[in-house]
């Protein structure tokens, strides 16, 4: 289970709002001058993330807990996120092309397929935003 300490920012009955500082590994590694993951992270910098979890806990603002995560639930959102719209562009081509044989419906085809993939993951992260599975987990309040 991944876990990362937060703040309760918010309490309204079982559920809490909590912040969390974004810890990230840049920086720490020898290719951070010629990363994009780097870069990226400059661009988008956004340390502080917001998230609202449900817990038996008796918690008040500004107690610091831990919350988990169970690391099947990231992998599975990782692949369905970075796979699912990469694959839908390279399978309907090749559907497509067993019927139709040119360049330019191939390329439309290709863009039809990444745009159906799109939609499945944002269909798929509502799903999993009221889902169970994908939602950390309040592990414990941390003594100060």
């Known amino acids: 289970m ?3 300490q937060a703040i309760v920012v918010e309490v309204n009955g079982q559920q809490v709002s909590v912040e969390t500082d974004r810890q990230s590994s840049c920086g720490h590694c020898s290719a951070k001058n010629g990363c994009g993951s780097a ?5 988008f910098d956004r340390n502080k993330q917001h998230l609202i979890v449900e817990t ?4 008040s603002v500004g107690d610091r807990i831990l919350l988990g995560l169970d690391e099947s639930a990231l992998l599975r959102g990782s692949f369905i996120v970075y796979a699912i719209p990469l ?8 559907v497509i092309n067993q019927f139709v044989i040119s360049e330019i419906i191939s390329i439309l085809s290709a863009v039809v397929g990444f ?30």
């Open 87 to 94: 694959l839908m562009m390279l399978f309907l081509p090749i």
């Open 39 to 43: 870069l990226l992270g400059k661009f």
């Open 2 to 4: 991944m876990q990362e």
């Open 115 to 144: 745009s159906i993939g799109i939609i499945y993951v944002k269909y798929f992260s509502v799903v999993a935003r009221n889902g169970d599975n994908f939602s950390p987990v309040v592990l414990k309040r941390l003594e100060m």
């Open 56 to 59: 038996d806990l008796k918690l």
